[in-house]
T-cell receptor, first 112, second 117 residues
Framework: GNSVTQMEGPVTLSEEAFLTINCTYT??????LFWYVQYPGEGLQLLLK?????DKGSNKGFEATYRKETTSFHLEKGSVQVSDSAVYFC???????????FGKGTKLTVNP | DAGITQSPRHKVTETGTPVTLRCHQT?????MYWYRQDPGHGLRLIHY???????DKGEVSDGYSVSRSKTEDFLLTLESATSSQTSVYFC????????????????FGPGTRLTVL
């Protein structure tokens, strides 16, 4: 079945450090891929997405590239801020289905 | 922000009692979902609806039922709550369409924290 594997957290960085959160997936065909972010005490918000191979999603300084050859969708940001502290979820949606499959989430803490 | 509200936002109940959580949307989206979020498990789909009175099971549906009598409301019921159902419950909505790049997104409510003692 479809599945998403994220690097386990928690991840703790200093402000302005480089961030990578790894995400790999297992799926048939060509799924859409997503990163969602959950700030403390809130619901999930879509951060970025990519719908086909080699697409790059980007938002708020975050980027992720859909790599079909490595079945990966790693999240990166060049310089993190304290306000980026949150839990990040990688997810996929299989073509023909509206259902999302989520990874377990990675908690990021950014210290000043 | 998508117009999604959940009620109640917090609830404490006792084992064996029935509990109903409500999700209300003002976006007229066709699909609605119920997830639970637990440490170490991420989000797991409980049930979803693809139209009024059209529902289907997700991966963790045992012990839960749902109903959707109108587009804007999706109810999740725990017939007899157990301590294993202590969790944070999220509702989400989406609107499928022909252009995947425009409609390929689920929008989430603020969540309901349920504690079963």
């Amino acid at each position: 079945g479809n599945s998403v594997t994220q690097m386990e957290g928690p991840v703790t960085l200093s402000e302005e450090a480089f961030l990578t959160i790894n995400c790999t997936y297992t799926a048939t065909g060509y799924p859409s891929l997503f990163w969602y972010v959950q700030y403390p005490g809130e619901g999930l918000q879509l951060l970025l997405k990519a719908t086909k191979a080699d697409d790059k999603g980007s938002n708020k300084g975050f980027e992720a590239t859909y790599r079909k050859e490595t079945t990966s969708f790693h999240l990166e940001k060049g310089s993190v801020q304290v306000s980026d502290s949150a839990v990040y979820f990688c997810a996929l949606r299989q073509g023909g289905s509206e259902k999302l499959v989520f990874g377990k989430g990675t908690k990021l803490t950014v210290n000043p | 922000d998508a117009g999604i509200t959940q009620s109640p936002r917090h609830k404490v109940t006792e084992t064996g009692t029935p509990v109903t959580l409500r999700c209300h949307q003002t976006e007229n989206h066709r699909y609605m979902y119920w997830y639970r979020q637990d440490p170490g498990h991420g989000l797991r789909l409980i049930h979803y609806s693809y139209g009024v009175k059209d529902t289907d099971k997700g991966e963790v549906s045992d012990g839960y039922s749902v109903s959707r009598s109108k587009t804007e409301d999706f109810l999740l019921t725990l017939e007899s709550a157990t301590s294993s159902q202590t969790s944070v419950y999220f509702c989400a909505i989406s609107e499928p369409g022909g252009d995947r790049t425009l409609t390929d997104t689920q929008y989430f409510g603020p969540g309901t924290r349920l504690t079963v003692l």
